[in-house]
């Protein structure tokens, strides 16, 4: 599957699916309240976040036009005030593929620096630039919000699964907001081509999962159904670890003389039989084959 071609499958791609879907219409969306008015939406594509208070309604992510409309429509359940703002973790098109419609709504959308950059060059790539809204305000490494009772903020840690993803912070409510930080239990998709790093990301997870506590609630970009798409830290050890064997296990390998046809024909790690592999494009030989790049090509 080429990169085009996954970003097309990303839109059949709902957070926390249950089967590979056929049409987008197929899955029904759903709210689900969290706590301290922080809650989460599902449909197609990356789990949207979302807080509301009377001052404000502050949203993470935005999917896809029409689950971004859905959202919209529904959001006014949970009240909110006239305040929009949308937060966007990262570029993919089933993280930002609904930003127009936000942003006919009045969103004004935060992003990192890099987001606008690589949102650009994949809509070029998938020929889908009229499509695309882009962050009207970008920061550098972190980017604080108050909105009521609580503090948001948006913070960057270096390159990881893309080189502009963020982590959401709800202070008051103790929640974060992964984006594509976490895929729980299934294997990532690891985008070199928009800047990931592998070793990067161990560093993230290690220092998020510090910055959390037994208490934090995590909202996670996509999962295995069986485990879904919220969790705690000890999840982000556990992704933390199976990214370092993908890298020791292809060093291991390229330190034996293997070649990388045969390093990225393992399907599954042993120490890892929950991750599940819903698409060619989000398997362990993808993971290893970036692995090997990022090991082996010269920046």
């Known amino acids: 599957m080429k990169r ?38 599902s449909m197609q594509g ?47 098109g089933d993280h930002t ?10 969103y004004h959308i935060i992003a990192h620096d890099n987001v606008p950059g690589l949102q650009r060059r994949s809509a070029v790539a998938s020929e ?57 239990r299934l294997y990532p998709f690891i985008d070199r081509d928009g800047g990931a790093l592998i070793t990067g990301w161990l560093e993230l997870l290690e220092t998020v999962h510090s910055m959390a506590d037994s208490e934090t609630l995590f909202i996670y970009g996509h999962g295995n159904p069986e485990f879904g ?22 060093q291991r390998g390229i330190q034996a003389g293997r070649s990388r046809e045969e390093i990225i024909q393992t399907e599954q790690f042993d120490n890892f039989t929950d991750f599940i592999s819903p698409s060619d494009f989000l398997s362990l030989p993808r993971n290893l084959d970036v692995a090997y790049r990022e090991l082996t090509e010269s920046d």
């Open 229 to 250: 798409v919220t969790g705690n830290r000890d999840d982000l050890l556990i992704k933390r670890d199976f990214l370092a064997e993908v890298l020791e296990y292809t």
């Open 97 to 106: 593929g609904g930003n127009q419609v936000f942003k006919q709504a009045n």
């Open 4 to 41: 085009r071609d996954f970003l097309k499958f990303l839109a059949l791609l709902p957070a926390g699916f249950h089967t590979l879907p056929g049409l987008l219409n197929k899955f029904e969306s759903r709210f689900t309240p969290l706590r301290n008015s922080v809650g989460m939406f």
């Open 46 to 92: 990356g789990t949207i976040g979302w807080l509301t208070t009377d001052d404000a309604i502050v949203v993470i992510d935005s999917q896809f036009p029409d689950p971004a409309r859905e959202f919209l429509n529904g959001i006014g359940q949970f009240g909110g005030g006239p305040e929009k703002v949308l937060f966007n973790t990262h570029h993919h």
């Open 128 to 184: 889908t630039e009229d499509a695309q809204a882009y962050a009207q305000t970008t920061f550098d490494r972190m980017y604080e919000l108050a909105v009521g009772n609580e503090k948001i903020t948006a913070e960057y840690y270096g390159p990881a699964h893309t080189n502009g993803d963020s982590v959401i912070w709800f202070e008051q409510a103790n929640i974060a907001h992964m984006g594509d930080l976490l895929f729980n």
